[in-house]
Each structure stands twice: as C-alpha cells, then as structure tokens.
C-alpha cells in the first residue's frame, strides 16, 4: 500500500490564481480530511469527507472548495490564492468516522506571493 | 467547540532523560489520537487511545476520560523524539479530529 499520497510537494502560486491540491489513498477509507498547519496554530480542519459524494467544512473552510467522487481521491480546491492561504496543507484517511486511527500524507508546502 | 490544551508548550531534555506531555480536552470525547511530528515534517499515529493505557517500546499514554485529559509518557528518549507531539480529539460520531497546538519536544546529545 502507498497509503496516502499528496502532490505537488511544493508549489508557488500568484494572489488570484487557482490550483487543485491531490489527495489520493490506497487502503478503502470512507474518511478523509484536509488540515493545514500554520506556525504557532497547530492543525486546522479545512473540510472533511465521510464517503463517496459527502462532504462537510470543518473549522476554516472559507476560500476552499472539495469533492469526492471515488472513495480514493479527495482534491483540495482554490478558486482564487491569497497569501493567508500560504501554509502546509495535509491530507488525511481513516477508515470510518468513528473511533480508528488517522493516517497522514507528506503534506503539500503552498506559498501564495 | 472543544478546546484541546496541551503542556508544556516547549521541553529541552538530555538524551536518556524521561519526560511527560499532557492533554487536556473541555468535554467528553470518543477518540483520541497521538502524533509525532519529525523535523520533516512527517506525521506520524503514536497511539489510538480514547481510554485506559497502552505501551509501545519507550513510549506510553494513559487517558483518563472522566477527567477529560491524556499523558504520554517518553522514557530514555532519543534525539530521534525530537520533533513535535500533537493531542487530538473528536467528540462526536461525525469523527472530526481537533488538534492541540502540541508540544515541541527537542533532545539533546
């Protein structure tokens, strides 16, 4: 198993650009979510998905959009970059909403100039 | 919503020194996780530990759920512990998991 993929690694963006962030994993988990880490903030819920077709905002959903057509891909979408959106974005699958451990991919770095 | 608080926000051990990060949470919870972050930035599950006490080599963590807070316990720790250790909790059956600000471990040689 690959467990949980994220691309790009690193990405730069202009203020007003638009970019989609990947998200993809191998082990059949109905819950997947998207964090960002900012210094000093810990990690923030963005938006979450408990299956194929739902999905829900977490703390700090504004300026972010998300999908999940198949079980295994969960894109993280900006529709217009401003630079308080630079930070360290992580993707995450567990295998049901409930009581089970939280697998993390490699994190996508985003600068906004 | 729940606050998550965790102590000490920083810690400087010498390494074979043993240590103990606490977690605190404002209301029941029915998950509770766990993590190391390595200096690259890898996250990494420790423990899956709602309640009770579970043991994985050097490290440990017990949450007292009627008291609403957690411990993990490092002995002999490593320079590779260095890193930071984040608290997270979900309180409801939508399983959204809130993280604590964590505690930045550094040990020294």
């Known amino acids: 198993n690959a467990g949980v993929t994220q691309t790009p690694k690193f990405q730069v963006l202009k203020t007003g650009q638009s970019m989609t962030l990947q998200c993809a994993q191998d082990?059949?988990?109905?819950?997947m979510s998207w964090y960002r880490q900012d210094p000093g903030m810990g990690l923030r819920l963005i938006h979450y998905s408990v299956g194929a077709g739902i999905t829900d905002q977490g703390e700090v959903p504004n300026g972010y959009n998300v999908s999940r057509s198949t079980t295994e891909d969960f894109p993280l979408r900006l529709l217009s970059a401003a630079p308080s959106q630079t930070s360290v974005y992580f993707c995450a699958s567990r295998l049901s909403p409930g009581q089970e451990t939280q697998y993390f991919g490699p994190g996508t770095r985003l600068l906004v100039l | 919503g729940i606050q998550v608080e965790q102590s000490p926000p920083d810690l400087i051990l010498q390494e074979g020194a043993n240590s103990t990060l606490r977690c605190n949470f404002s209301?029941?919870?029915?998950?509770l996780q766990w993590f190391h972050q390595n200096p690259w930035g890898q996250l990494i599950n420790l423990f899956y530990i709602p309640s009770g006490t579970k043991q994985n080599g050097r490290l440990s963590a017990t949450t007292v759920a009627t008291e609403r807070y957690s411990l993990l316990y490092i002995s002999s720790s490593q320079t590779t512990d260095s890193g930071v250790y984040f608290c997270a909790v979900s309180y409801n059956q939508g399983g959204k998991l809130i993280f604590g600000q964590g505690t930045e471990l550094s040990v020294k040689p």
């Open positions: 209301d029941s919870v029915n998950n």
């Open positions: 082990m059949n988990h109905e819950y």
